[in-house]
């Protein structure tokens, strides 16, 4: 039973970084594609970015293109969030999708495949 926890969550300035790190127990993450959503007070859940199991393919939201950076070990999971703008502010889930085999991962309406939550971790980009 995968169980996921986020953390690196806090208080950012607009303009800053912050690293979100994503942790596994009750099994590896190895054959899991992992997906980080958010939700804002008032707005619906989005898909912010995914990674395939093998770490060789990824996908982000239009919104943080080239701000964002998902990158993964074997049992960790990290998204390095750069050039921080306060519409950036929310919960952070990681999640995960049991997928060994198609290296390929979508982010679609929803929560999509992605069955296996963490908790949610804090963002806010304030001055």
């Known amino acids: 039973q995968l169980q996921l926890v986020e953390s690196g969550g806090g208080l950012v300035q607009p303009g800053g970084s912050l690293t979100l790190s994503c942790g596994a127990s009750?099994?590896?993450?190895?054959?899991?594609?992992i997906a980080w959503f958010r939700q804002a007070p008032g707005k619906e859940r989005e898909g912010v970015s995914c990674i395939t199991s093998t770490g060789l393919n990824s996908n982000y939201a239009d919104s943080v293109k080239g701000r964002f950076t998902i990158s993964r070990t074997r049992n960790t999971v990290y998204l390095r969030m750069n050039s921080l703008k306060p519409e950036d502010a929310a919960v952070y889930y990681c999640t995960a999708d049991w997928d060994p085999i198609s290296d390929t991962c979508d982010l679609v309406p929803g929560q999509g495949p992605y069955n296996s939550w963490g908790q949610g971790i804090q963002v806010t980009v304030s001055s």
């Open positions: 009750g099994s590896t993450m190895e054959y899991y594609r």
